[in-house]
């Protein structure tokens, strides 16, 4: 969402699966299991729609270019049907499976049912998964988070596991939810002055091709973020700049924005759990830089400015 108005980035999330021939070592096909690569935004009140979905074929084109086949299960146009709702078509997809990327893909269903991705956890398991890798969020932690349970069952799996928290992603700026708000002029959230080290979905991508294919990221917690905090007024600033366009950040009181969420047809419970994330940057709680990027590849986290710049010369905002 943009000015509608809002990245479930810290909450909603996909389901991706490597297929390997031998539990040790590599694998030698590669099978990205997606729970919403063809979701409606609209119709599932915060599912990832593209930029969850530049990530996985970042991921892809990173094991590919390993040597390693790859196929793409997913709800519609991948090669194996896989529907995160229907647990039916789960087994199909994780034959053959001995390492899996899993993200829950749709904020509302890890609210209301928050024990599906543990059930799919336990799956994956069952059919002889032998590592998994979880995309989760840096709040996961908490007892309340919608992703806590699935965080939880990946620890206790049994298997080799790492976890994936990030913060922010960069490409809300330049994708589908904050993008109209770029090219509008005005992107409204209830962030105020508060600041946040956005990640580049593209470092993201590096480090679950490495933790799917190395065994020294088991039992590893990478928070993600960028190298710098910055407000939403920066980074937009920051667009302007690159873009020769007047971009400014709006701030909007909290209950407003609900209101605004709820109007444009996004369940009040979600609206209200993407509400608080925003509100954990107006608060200084989503300001601290981590180090998870550098020590999962051993090199720093991309700039915003760097994101900034490749996603302007590619034409982003034209």
Do not use: K
Request: glycine share 10%; aromatic share 6%; charged share 20%.
């Amino acid at each position: 969402m943009t000015e509608r108005d809002i990245a479930a980035v810290e909450a909603s999330r996909r389901v991706g699966g490597v297929r390997q021939a031998d539990e040790a070592g590599p694998p030698s096909a590669i099978t990205i299991v997606s729970g919403g690569v063809s979701v409606n935004v609209n119709n599932h009140g915060g599912c990832w729609t593209s930029f969850l979905t530049t990530e996985l074929r970042a991921l892809a084109q990173r094991l590919r270019a390993s040597g390693l086949s790859a196929r793409r299960a997913s709800c519609s146009g991948g090669d194996v049907l896989f529907d995160l709702g229907a647990p039916a078509t789960w087994g199909s997809a994780l034959t053959g499976v001995s390492a899996a990327y899993l993200i829950e893909p749709d904020l509302r269903a890890s609210i209301l049912s928050p024990e599906r991705l543990p059930d799919l956890v336990d799956t994956a398991v069952h059919a002889g998964v032998r590592r998994l890798v979880l995309l989760s969020a840096l709040t996961a932690d908490s007892d309340s988070h919608p992703l806590h349970p699935g965080d939880q069952a990946v620890r206790r799996s049994g298997v080799s596991w790492t976890i994936l928290r990030p913060t922010w992603f960069a490409q809300n700026f330049s994708e589908d939810f904050w993008r109209p708000g770029i090219l509008a002029g005005t992107l409204a959230a209830p962030t105020g002055d508060g600041r946040t080290p956005f990640v580049d979905a593209e470092d993201i991508a590096d480090v679950a091709a490495s933790a799917l294919t190395d065994d020294r990221h088991g039992g590893a917690v990478y928070d993600l973020t960028g190298p710098r905090a910055l407000s939403f007024g920066e980074a937009t600033g920051l667009i302007g700049r690159a873009t020769g366009c007047v971009v400014r950040h709006a701030d909007v009181d909290p209950e407003v924005f609900v209101e605004r969420q709820v109007a444009y047809g996004v369940p009040a419970e979600v609206a209200r759990l993407l509400t608080e994330l925003l509100t954990d940057v107006r608060s200084g709680s989503a300001e601290a830089v981590t180090d998870g990027v550098q020590r999962a590849l051993g090199r720093p986290p991309a700039s915003f400015e760097q994101f900034v710049a490749r996603s302007a010369t590619a034409g982003a905002w034209n």
